[in-house]
T-cell receptor, first 112, second 115 residues
Framework: GEDVEQSLFLSVREGDSSVINCTYT??????LYWYKQEPGAGLQLLTY?????DMKQDQRLTVLLNKKDKHLSLRIADTQTGDSAIYFC????????????FGTGTRLQVTL | DTGVSQNPRHKITKRGQNVTFRCDPI?????LYWYRQTLGQGPEFLTY????????KSRLLSDRFSAERPKGSFSTLEIQRTEQGDSAMYLC?????????????FGEGSRLTVL
């Protein structure tokens, strides 16, 4: 079955790097995603990685995928107060028309 | 730039009443999804449409839930005889065409509180 797990909470100081971790169980996952949810807002896709990739970098965001351990991480460099939000990882499988299975979310708190 | 629009944003109802939520997707998107999110959890898939056809329903979608997308544009999600356990945020998302990259565009959600 599909199961995606995340730690619930992370607190970092402004300017530091944040690393949010996620583990998934379905080895047939094709794409893995990071979504951001700010209070009162919908989910926003931050980035995604195809399962045959190990790393993807996009400006301040770096995604690392360890397929052997089924571990996904999101690193945010130079974390800003505007990065405070809930971050969800999600997975999908080929042929499922983008039906996503989400983790429980990690709340990132950025302190001054 | 018109994103995914949902209404009402908030609905408070008494147990046993029926409620209906509406979703207007991004206009060129042919796929539309409904998810449910309860407090402290990630969104859970409920159902999705490709154009007007409802192609998949989750087992979470009990007989009291029905979703339609009659003309392949907006969609409605109706919950009959609401129960307190139905209290949640109902999220609508849309996407385009044959892409399988999971780039779903979410609305801000409709929050349901059942008293």
């Amino acid at each position: 079955g599909e199961d995606v797990e995340q730690s619930l909470f992370l607190s970092v100081r402004e300017g530091d790097s944040s690393v949010i971790n996620c583990t998934y169980t379905d080895s047939s996952s094709t794409y893995l995603y990071w979504y951001k949810q700010e209070p009162g807002a919908g989910l926003q896709l931050l980035t995604y990685i195809f399962s045959n990739m190990d790393m993807k970098q996009d400006q301040r965001l770096t995604v690392l995928l360890n397929k052997k351990d089924k571990h996904l991480s999101l690193r945010i460099a130079d974390t800003q107060t505007g990065d405070s939000a809930i971050y969800f990882c999600a997975e999908s499988m080929w042929g499922t028309a983008s039906k996503l299975t989400f983790g429980t979310g990690t709340r990132l708190q950025v302190t001054l | 730039d018109t994103g995914v629009s949902q209404n009402p944003r908030h609905k408070i109802t008494k147990r046993g009443q029926n409620v209906t939520f509406r979703c207007d997707p991004i206009s060129e998107h042919n796929r539309l999804y409904w998810y449910r999110q309860t407090l402290g959890q990630g969104p859970e898939f409920l159902t999705y449409f490709q154009n007007e056809a409802q192609l998949e329903k989750s087992r979470l979608l009990s007989d009291r839930f029905s979703a339609e997308r009659p003309k392949g544009s907006f969609s409605t999600l109706e919950i009959q005889r609401t129960e307190q356990g139905d209290s949640a945020m109902y999220l609508c998302a849309s996407s385009f065409g044959t892409t399988n990259t999971g780039e779903l565009f979410f609305g801000e959600g409709s929050r349901l509180t059942v008293l």
